[in-house]
């Protein structure tokens, strides 16, 4: 069974900076893309992020490239999302995605139950 | 970037209704990478159709996806209560990968 667990988020001032962390179960890691999606209270989804299977690939909302960073560790069955900068436009639950396949070009087919990052002073 | 408008924004429907939702993209969807997915209050979002046309793990057949280029759609055929939700288009062949504004299924 595919299991993602998001943690990490919490309240933090603007300016500041978090790491999120999805520690994943159930499928072969390293075969799959995976991604993060966010959602503002009340809103719609936003993608956030992707890295490849291999974490050679990234990719990145305009909203958040330069701020934030993707990375993964195949070893540990981790993937993480290191934001700085964060503004009160960045409060959301942040969503751990797993990717159809390897590469960057697939849907999410499983996702985490969120994580809430709240952004204020 | 690719912006997909979702069409109507709420729709109120009884159960046993027919409902067919639009999603159409600002310019062409490349290799037709739309999916959608459905959320319920709560929830995280489920992946429901993939290449606008193909249903995922355990999704009923009463879900279809339909369209090519940047027109698309995804049909219920009989709704069943637990249907009644915010659904969401995705393109994911260009980045970034952008989602519709999603549709309200309600109860009338």
């Known amino acids: 069974e595919v299991q993602l667990l998001e943690s990490g988020g919490g309240l933090v001032q603007p300016g500041g900076s978090l790491r999120l962390s999805c520690a994943a179960s159930g499928f072969t890691f390293s075969n799959y893309a995976m991604s993060w999606v966010r959602q503002a209270p009340g809103k719609g989804l936003e993608w956030v992020s992707t890295i490849s299977g291999s974490g050679v690939s990234t990719f990145y909302a305009d909203s958040v490239k330069g701020r934030f960073t993707i990375s993964r560790d195949n070893s540990e069955n981790t993937l993480f999302l290191q934001m700085n900068s964060l503004t009160a436009e960045d409060t959301a639950v942040y969503y751990c995605a797993k990717d159809r396949g390897s590469s960057s070009w697939y849907p999410s087919d499983y996702w985490g139950q969120g994580t809430l990052v709240t952004v204020s002073s | 970037e690719i912006v997909l408008t979702q069409s109507p924004g709420t729709l109120s429907l009884s159960p046993g209704e027919r409902v067919t939702l639009s999603c159409r993209a600002s310019?062409?969807?490349?290799?037709?990478?739309l999916a959608w997915y459905q959320q319920t209050p709560g929830q995280a979002p489920r992946l429901l159709i993939y290449?606008?046309?193909s249903r995922a793990t355990g999704i009923p057949d009463r879900f279809s996806g339909g369209g090519s280029g940047r027109d698309f759609t995804l049909s219920i055929s009989r709704l069943e209560p637990e249907d009644f939700a915010v659904y969401y288009c995705q393109q994911y062949g260009t980045s970034p990968k952008t989602f519709g504004q999603g549709t309200r299924v309600e109860i009338k």
């Open positions: 290449g606008a046309s």
């Open positions: 310019q062409s969807v490349s290799s037709n990478y």
